[in-house]
């Protein structure tokens, strides 16, 4: 019983060292992105906007999600356990599904490039995002109803699909690249006329500023799929069998929320101008609260000269 005691102590320690960190810098991380993309308007786009739902649903990991995670190990409530896996499976599949949206209209934009402003407009974008956000509240609350063993078999399943999407997806957008590629090298090989060529060369700038966005989006892919492909093993493997993999899972669920943490800094180092509207987004805050802190400071001299007149 002591052994248990002590064991069960240092689990939930190892988990409240490992998570108290990750949380703050998902929650830092990410609201500092949102604040950068909602104050500079010149950024945003439709894979910006994806991108926004993507940081939200980060933050809302920091914020709600591991409180709930620490909070199951505190407690032996049922209500917190329940609470605890609809959380963070409403937030991480946003996340999951997202990520694969991303994937998708990536491939669309570089597949049907002279058509994309046509095919993938703003409002489209933005009630895919909502989509997304609505469609997970029924599937998060399908816990309730169903065994704890189903359910995350269930998760398992549609974690997969979202994958086989997202990996479907930049196979087709390889492809994509080859052939252009191959098309670009015979137009130079044929073009004599200069305005053909100049026609040519910006069709390919533009293609080529489409390409780079795809290839920023597949590392945030890569990444989604180290942290969540030991998941979907587990969830699987629980969904199979009678085991209850607690140890495991507590790991797996702390890599996926590694994700979160990660994401901000996958953002500013792939995506220039993000990266610029953080740092301009930074200096603005410090600067406020440098005014705000002078401000409050001559006020205060102020009101202690007039106690002593």
């Keep these: ?19 108290v960190p990750l949380m ?23 894979t910006m906007i994806m991108l926004c739902s993507l940081a939200v649903s980060d933050l809302l990991v920091g914020l709600v999600a591991q409180p709930c995670y620490l909070a199951d190990f505190l407690t032996t409530g049922r209500l917190t356990a329940d609470l605890n896996v609809m959380v963070g499976f409403y937030v991480c ?12 209209e990536r491939f669309l934009a570089l597949h049907y490039h002279m058509r994309y402003p046509v095919l993938v407009t703003r409002s489209r974008v933005t009630h895919i995002v909502l989509a997304i956000w609505l ?41 994509v690249v080859r052939r252009h590629k191959l098309q670009m090298y015979s137009q130079q090989q044929v073009v004599q006329n200069l305005a053909i060529a100049t026609a040519a060369g910006n069709k390919g700038v533009n293609f ?5 966005s795809a290839m920023n989006t597949f590392v945030f892919y890569i ?29 797996t669920a702390i890599l996926v929320f590694v994700n979160s943490a990660i994401n901000p800094f996958l953002y500013c180092w792939r995506l220039r101008e993000l990266r610029a509207a953080v740092v301009t987004t930074t200096r603005q805050m410090y600067a406020n609260r440098q005014m705000r802190l002078t401000k409050n400071s001559v006020i205060l001299k102020k009101n202690l000269k007039t106690r002593e007149m």
């Design 1 to 19: 019983m002591m052994n248990y005691s002590s064991s069960r102590e240092t689990f939930v320690i190892t988990n409240f060292v490992l998570n």
């Design 135 to 175: 469609i997970n509240v029924p599937l998060s609350g399908l816990y309730l109803w169903i065994g704890a063993r189903e359910y995350k078999l269930t998760m398992g399943i549609i974690t997969v699909i979202c994958l086989t999407v997202s990996t479907f997806s930049y196979i087709l957008i390889y492809r």
């Design 223 to 251: 990444f989604l799929i180290l942290c969540y492909l030991p998941m979907y093993i587990l969830l699987t493997l629980h969904g199979l069998s009678y085991i209850e993999w607690t140890i495991q899972w507590s790991f």
């Design 208 to 212: 080529l500023r489409m390409k780079k």
């Design 93 to 104: 599949g946003v996340t999951l599904c997202t990520t694969t949206a991303i994937s998708v």
């Design 24 to 46: 703050l810098i998902s929650i830092l991380g990410n609201a500092l992105v949102l604040a950068a993309i909602t104050r500079t308007s010149a950024i945003r786009s439709n």
